[in-house]
């Protein structure tokens, strides 16, 4: 049981370039969730999905595509990557249920750096 | 406005000391808070939730909602708690809202 993954765990891109950041879970839950991590920012929200075929705006959207063909993946596109955009991006799932009530469970990250 | 603050960016402290990371929090509903921690170039972990009242790793927090506070507190410091610490608000559209982060740095 994998839980949550990313691919590519690493990846350098040059300022204009278009690349795809993959998050897929086997945990089965509906809503899916893209995050940045900067340091001093902590994590902020880039785009979430509730459930397949829906996509909202989080907290920073600008520069990102989103696609949630399926429960299973949840992708985020950068159609022209800038220097802005280097950054941690954590893929996370929203977990339910239980006497803890809610949280998200996190994948292990992709690291991007735009020259 | 919905609103997570962490102040201390470092807390520095010595193997066996008491640690405090604090946290408040600015929301208008009911909040529901949580500690998640990241250990060096690993994913994000839960640590604690304010529903479930547990004690993780020695570690506790309590939820004032006097003061909008959610502070993590471990009586004595481990180095092995050297990590990342950030406080989160889950939102009424089940988003989670993030403080900035505290770096925790347990020296022997």
């Known amino acids: 049981n994998a839980g949550v993954t990313q691919t590519p765990k690493f990846q350098v891109l040059k300022t204009g370039q278009s690349m795809t950041l993959q998050c897929a879970q086997d945990?089965?839950?509906?809503?899916m969730y893209w995050y940045r991590q900067d340091p001093g920012m902590g994590l902020r929200l880039i785009y979430y999905?509730?459930?397949?075929?829906?996509?909202d705006k989080g907290e920073v959207p600008n520069g990102y595509n989103v696609s949630r063909l399926n429960k299973r993946e949840f992708s985020l596109r950068l159609e022209s990557a800038a220097p802005s955009q280097t950054s941690v991006y954590f893929c996370?799932?929203?977990?339910?249920?239980?006497?803890?009530?809610?949280?998200?469970?996190f994948g292990p990250g992709t690291r991007l750096l735009v020259l | 406005a919905q609103r997570v603050t962490q102040p201390e960016k470092l807390l520095s402290v010595f193997k066996g000391a008491p640690v405090e990371l604090k946290c408040n929090y600015s929301?208008?509903?009911?909040?529901?808070l949580f500690w998640y921690v990241q250990y060096s170039r690993q994913r994000l972990q839960l640590l604690l939730r304010?529903?479930s009242r547990e004690s993780i790793k020695g570690f506790t927090a309590d939820l004032n909602k006097g003061e909008t506070s959610f502070h993590l507190k471990k009586p004595f410091a481990q180095e092995e708690d050297s990590a990342m610490y950030y406080c989160?608000?889950?939102?009424?559209?089940?988003?989670?809202?993030f403080g900035t982060g505290t770096r925790l740095l347990v020296s022997p």
């Open positions: 945990m089965n839950h509906n809503s």
């Open positions: 989160a608000l889950l939102t009424g559209f089940q988003k989670l809202v």
């Open positions: 304010h529903i």
């Open positions: 929301y208008s509903g009911s909040p529901e």
């Open positions: 999905s509730a459930s397949e075929g829906t996509t």
């Open positions: 996370a799932i929203r977990t339910s249920g239980g006497r803890g009530g809610e949280t998200q469970y």
